[in-house]
Every structure is written in C-alpha cells, then in structure tokens.
T-cell receptor, first 112, second 111 residues
Framework: SQQGEEDPQALSIQEGENATMNCSYK?????LQWYRQNSGRGLVHLIL?????REKHSGRLRVTLDTSKKSSSLLITASRAADTASYFC????????????FGKGTLLTVNP | SQTIHQWPATLVQPVGSPLSLECTVE??????LYWYRQAAGRGLQLLFY??????ISSEVPQNLSASRPQDRQFILSSKKLLLSDSGFYLC??????????FGSGTRLTVV
C-alpha cells in the first residue's frame, strides 16, 4: 500500500515566496527522503532525514520530521521559477530488503 | 563518478509485442537495483528490485519480468505487451539504505 501521501497535490506561488509541502506516512521508517522530478524526467534526490533526526537543512531546503505524528514537511525558501517541478516524499524501511515507498507527489508551480 | 544509463527514452510498441528495457550502472559495485513505473500524474510504483546478480524480488504481479544478468545490468522484459503496460518506466540504484539515483526514464506507449 502507498506509504507516503503528500499535501497539497498542487501548489502555485510567486517567485520569492516560500513553498511548504507536507508528507504523511503510516508505518515505521528507517528514513524519509524527498525527491524532485521535472516533467518527463527521472527523479533527483534532494534530502534524506533519518528517523532519529528532527530537522535538516540543505541550501534553500528545510526538512522536518515528526515521527510521533508520522509526518514530514519540505520548505523551499525564496522560490525561483526553476523550482517548478513535482516533489515526492519516499519512506525507507527494511534491512536486507530495504526499499522506498513513494507518495503521489506535489506539483509546485513558481510563477515569475 | 557513478552514472546510470537507461534506454530507450521513448518506445511505441504494438499490443502483443515483446519488450526489453535495459539499465546499466557505472562507477559502483553491487548496487541495489530497482524498476519503477509511473502513471501520468501519479507516484512511483515499485515493480522489481534486486540486491544481487540473479536475485529478483517482484512487488506487483503483472505482465512483466526482470533479470539481472550482470552486477550492474538490470533488464525489464515482457513477452506480450498489454495496453495497460503503457507508462513511464524508471530504473534506479542505491547502496545500502540510502537515497536512490534515477535514470532518465523510458516513455512506453502500447498501441
């Protein structure tokens, strides 16, 4: 079954504004990851946060993880038109059979 | 540096024809390999994953199969394509329990 669910499904903002996307999941995880996908392309990894971490930063990206609520958020600050893409959260679980389960994604449109 | 190659980029195949999509990884050894399918406007569905040569795990019963004949080669196949096999197919690799690196994808249209 689908593990991660992003919210909102679509988000449209103006350049310079901040964009926040949320992800909820259902079971225990080893880590949670965020990916970006430009239309018709493969996914690109943005950031990984482990289950024992609460917050992580990378450039204009900030990710939080609340394991008690089984939720995560991705904040993109000072958005640019080039940030327009779909953003997916993926939850990782397992040992030798480790794999990711992806949500359906949030389509972010940044208007110039 | 590590790279992943996936081909072809687009493919139009008639119903009932065979399929072979290939994915190769360079610059790493014994990676975990994955095949995903993405329907339009949807998330990724894991089809197969492999932790070693000849080791294939299937996630979803379907008209497809996968093989790993070499350490860094992963092949997705079908003997007879169905219309429902249309979609965007993505190959990915990872090492240990980290993030995945994706290929550029194959857009398959079955007509």
């Amino acid at each position: 079954s689908q593990q991660g669910e992003e919210d909102p499904q679509a988000l449209s903002i103006q350049e310079g504004e901040n964009a926040t996307m949320n992800c909820s999941y259902k079971t225990s995880i080893n880590n949670l990851q965020w990916y970006r996908q430009n239309s018709g392309r493969g996914l690109v990894h943005l950031i990984l946060i482990r289950s024992n971490e609460r917050e992580k930063h990378s450039g204009r990206l900030r990710v939080t993880l609340d394991t008690s609520k089984k939720s995560s958020s991705l904040l993109i600050t000072a958005s640019r038109a080039a940030d327009t893409a779909s953003y997916f959260c993926a939850t990782g679980f397992g040992g030798s059979n480790y794999k990711l389960t992806f949500g359906k994604g949030t389509l972010l449109t940044v208007n110039p | 540096s590590q790279t992943i190659h996936q081909w072809p980029a687009t493919l139009v195949q008639p119903v009932g024809s065979p399929l072979s999509l290939e994915c190769t990884v360079e610059g790493t050894s014994n990676p975990n390999l994955y095949w995903y399918r993405q329907a339009a406007g949807r998330g990724l569905q894991l089809l197969f994953y492999s932790v070693g040569i000849g080791q294939i795990s299937s996630e979803v019963p379907q008209n497809l199969s996968a093989s790993r004949p070499q350490d860094r080669q992963f092949i997705l196949s079908s003997k007879k394509l169905l219309l429902s096999d249309s979609g965007f197919y993505l190959c990915a690799w990872s090492v240990q329990r980290t993030f995945q690196h994706f290929g550029s994808g194959t857009r398959l249209t079955v007509v």
